[in-house]
């Protein structure tokens, strides 16, 4: 809908006036709760996402994630707060909403019976389309997907990956503003995470807002706008992944291979300014020197030479979005919020 004057909606037997849609964000959540018997599953969450940008939401598993998605999809209530996309309330009017997103659960059904096209036309049915119309559209969403050349094969034939964008071409169909992408990426090979990853980056560059979960990191920061990280319901960081890297770079971490004895390593390092001791790795290991500046770094390998270290590679390490997070997480915990395991 393009209307930037109010109209009416009429929701079941609610007349509400509709929002100024293209004023609103696309996702607004404001202070949301869900409990179950004995865990409080999502805890006084906020967050917004303006229109047409690519958010991670990052946790471990029972972080809350599923649990917030599921709610912005309509297919579950708060016991408080409010969520809103593009300006309709969740609760109020979950009809405006259904219209307006795009939901991929981390896991569907088995549809052993249906063929992919037949999977496609069901639910293009049930969204209404019809004749020639319903025709195109599911062209679009099988070439969007590269399906095509799979259309007549039954859906218990395909890979994981195939599975996966069938998944997200259901999620099209009605062309939405919104998607929510509950793990897409999980238990794909790299090869068909980056075609998913390429699906998603032109979803992006077409306008779209997406709002996608994953445990892996790495891949969230390169096609994000920002990060929304998650911990036993609650948000304990909302920034761009650049920042988050940021945030970790006052220390370099080196990775150190040598001829000899880890143990050699191990000990220089309790004694050499600068520096401190990680881990050790199959060949040598990992230490951290306090400073990012070339000159000291220069100076801790000179160091390690002169006192005859038998050094055979020392690189600097890309700081990772995983440390950041480890970080926030022990930040947290030394202030005294319990973490999950
Ligand atoms: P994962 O990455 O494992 O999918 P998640 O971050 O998506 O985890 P949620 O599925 O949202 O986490 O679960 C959050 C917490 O709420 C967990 O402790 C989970 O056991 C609990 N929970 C979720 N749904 C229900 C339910 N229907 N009944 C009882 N507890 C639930």
């Not at 037949?118 to 099988?142: K, M, P, S, T």
């Not at 790495?218 to 920042?243: K, P, T, V, W």
Request: net charge negative; hydrophobic share 40%; charged share 25%.
């Amino acid at each position: 809908m393009s209307d930037s004057l109010p109209i009416e909606v009429v929701t079941g037997v609610e007349t509400v006036p509709a929002p100024t849609e293209r004023t609103s964000p696309a996702i607004e959540v404001s202070q949301l709760s869900r409990w179950f018997p004995g865990v409080h599953a999502v805890q006084d969450v906020s967050f917004t996402v303006e229109r047409g940008q690519v958010i991670g939401f990052v946790g471990a598993n029972g972080a809350g994630k599923t649990t917030t998605m599921r709610i912005l999809a309509t297919l579950d209530y708060p016991n408080s707060g409010e969520a809103k996309i593009c300006g309709f309330d969740v609760v109020k009017h979950p009809v405006e909403v259904r219209k307006r997103i795009g939901w991929m659960p981390d896991h569907y059904g088995t549809y052993s019976n249906m063929t992919v096209l037949e999977y496609l036309d069901f639910f293009a049915r049930a969204l209404g389309y019809q004749g020639q119309e319903r025709i195109d559209r599911i062209a679009e969403v099988l070439e969007f997907t590269d399906l095509t050349g799979l259309a007549h094969r039954l859906i218990d034939q395909l890979s994981k990956g195939m599975g996966q964008r069938l998944c997200l071409g259901r999620a099209l169909i009605h062309d939405p503003e919104v998607l929510i992408l509950d793990e897409p990426a999980a238990g794909l090979d790299p090869k068909a995470r980056v075609e998913l990853k390429h699906l998603i980056r032109i979803l992006s560059q077409e306008g779209k807002t997406v709002f996608i979960s994953s445990h892996i990191l790495s891949e969230l920061g390169e096609m994000c706008d920002s990060l929304l990280f998650i911990n036993q319901g609650r948000i304990i960081h909302h920034g761009s992944a650049e920042s988050l890297r940021r945030r970790s770079s006052a220390t370099a971490l080196v990775e150190v291979q040598l001829a000899g004895s880890i143990d050699r390593l191990r000990e220089w390092a309790m004694l050499a300014p600068h520096v401190s001791f990680k881990e050790a790795t199959k060949n040598g290991g990992r230490i951290e020197i306090d400073s990012v500046e070339g000159e000291i770094i220069s100076t801790v390998l000179r160091r390690m030479i002169q006192d005859g270290l038998p050094v055979t590679d020392f690189h600097i390490q890309e700081r990772k979005l995983e440390d950041a997070f480890i970080e926030i997480l022990g930040e947290l915990e030394a202030s005294g919020v319990p973490i999950a395991s």
